[in-house]
């Protein structure tokens, strides 16, 4: 049997499900592509590809979807991205969607599981839930107080081979029973960037992957032609520390991408972009666009020169489209911060604030050390779960801003308006701070639109903190 497993870490290896997989399945043929903490969009990049060649694909990437879904482009982008992957699969071969959890979804399914259930369903495959196996019988193969996950991303090892048992016995009493879907395989499209630019490339990997770069420095491009909307691209982590511009016809947007600076080693990761944008070009722009205080001015001529090492970009030129879903399960949260209670204040570093949509990765700045890029003429959100109260909201915007951008600043939440007010500049930046009161406990989202700035930069957050009125 032949057999091809998109996914993240845990396909890693030959332990765990992998190796119960090949355990039930003796001979089996198994081709993998598995790229750690990247959102299952990243598998746009392979849409086209002859699925036909193989006798079934699994496609398991639950767990970081959990955590980078609103980054992805949201429950409509990503559903409809995923409806017609499935499908182009489904349509050649027998599609099975399984995927770990995070463990703080285990006991009570997320709406991205119940989401890629409902889409799988739609599109012909077979979904083999691994928290439905986990919660029936995770406990027969670990000692008796043994939590079931191990870590927050992770089955423990025993629960996770048993697992690859079931998945194989379900695909062996399966793969004979092909329920053809329909195929969206032209709407895929992908550059590979070693070959697309004309400058320096480098072949790096590891045991369990290989990949080309193109090694873009300060004013290096790589054009996309008529490729579409890019849903991503993977990047060398390890030798990836620049800004990156991408713009088209419809905008443009930086994305801050202070990874790593190892050229020994070689890590795989997707970075992914905004979605329904289209771009035409990615070009690494100088960070004096962002950084135009005196005090960055006298850090970054210490920094490694900027490089971004680009092995592939991903383009979908599908229809966002109403699937008909019934939208169910917790709602996934980019970080665990407690309830917002206004006498309990909160103060969070930009690495941990609860970024939903429209935020960039967190960054590791020389000078100040975290910070968050907002997005440029889009809504970045925060989603926080709050008891009654009246609380202020406040926002350390970093010196490297230009004045229209923060007099431009709206902040709404749950649709409300708040009137932002900015004050002096200090060291931690210009606290911008905007006052709302919640009647009912529950979850808020906070919204941040900053107008569209010719550099395509966004606001740079060092910082949020949330008061009880009256706490200063």
């Given amino acids: ?28 043929q198994l081709t993998r592509h598995a790229v750690g903490n990247s959102p299952g969009t990243q598998f746009a990049y392979h849409g086209d590809m002859d699925f036909g060649r193989f006798d079934a694909v699994i496609f398991s990437c639950l767990g970081p979807d959990e955590m980078y879904f609103e980054q992805a482009g949201g429950y409509d982008f990503v559903s409809s991205l995923y409806y017609e992957l499935f499908s182009t699969i489904q349509a050649q071969t027998n599609l099975y969607v399984a995927g770990t959890p995070l463990a703080r979804y285990l006991e009570n399914a997320s709406e991205v599981a119940c989401m890629q259930a409902d889409v799988a369903a739609a ?240 960054a590791n700045r020389p000078d100040v050390g975290w910070t968050r890029l907002t997005g440029p003429d889009a809504e970045s959100h925060l989603v926080v779960d709050c008891v009654p109260g009246r609380f202020a909201m406040r926002l350390h915007v970093l010196g490297a801003v230009a004045d229209e951008a923060l007099r431009g600043l709206g902040i709404s939440i749950d649709g409300v308006t708040a009137t932002p007010t900015i004050g002096a500049y200090t060291a931690a930046g210009y606290p911008v701070t905007a006052a709302f009161a919640v009647a009912t406990a529950g979850r808020k989202t906070i919204a941040l639109r900053v107008p569209a700035m010719r550099d395509g930069y966004g606001l740079e957050v060092g910082r949020v903190e949330f008061l009880g009125v009256g706490d200063g």
Wanted: aromatic share 8%; proline share 7%; charged share 20%.
């Fill in 1 to 28: 049997m032949n057999i091809l497993a998109f996914g993240g870490s845990g396909l890693v290896g030959t332990a765990g499900m992998i190796g119960g997989l090949i355990a039930e399945l003796p001979g089996v």
């Fill in 123 to 362: 599109a012909g495959a077979r979904y083999v839930g691994v928290r439905d196996f986990v919660l029936a019988h995770g406990e027969a193969f670990v000692p008796k107080g043994t939590p079931l996950m191990a870590g927050e991303a992770h089955m423990q090892l025993a629960i996770a081979t048993q697992y690859g048992h079931h998945l194989g016995r379900v695909i062996a009493a399966t793969v004979g029973d092909h329920r053809p879907g329909r195929s969206f395989a032209a709407n895929f499209r992908r550059i590979e960037a070693a070959n697309a630019f004309e400058g320096r490339s480098v072949a790096r990997g590891t045991r369990h992957v290989e990949d080309r770069f193109a090694e873009l420095r300060l004013g290096g491009k790589l054009r996309f032609g008529s490729a579409g909307r890019p849903v991503g691209y993977y990047v060398d982590y390890r030798n990836t520390y620049c800004f990156a511009r991408l713009s088209g016809a419809e905008g443009s947007v930086v994305q801050r991408l202070y990874l790593g600076r190892d050229p020994e080693k070689m890590m795989l990761q997707f970075i992914s972009l905004p979605g329904e944008v289209r771009y035409d070009e990615l070009e690494i722009v100088p960070p004096e666009h962002s950084f135009r205080d005196a005090v960055a001015a006298n850090i970054l001529p210490v920094a490694p020169p900027p490089i971004a090492s680009i092995g592939g970009i991903a383009f979908w030129n599908g229809e966002v489209r109403d699937l008909g879903l019934s939208r169910r399960g917790v709602s996934v949260r980019p970080y665990d911060i407690p309830a917002l209670d206004p006498l309990n204040p909160l103060v969070l570093s930009a690495r941990d604030i609860p970024a939903a949509r429209g935020w960039h990765p967190p």
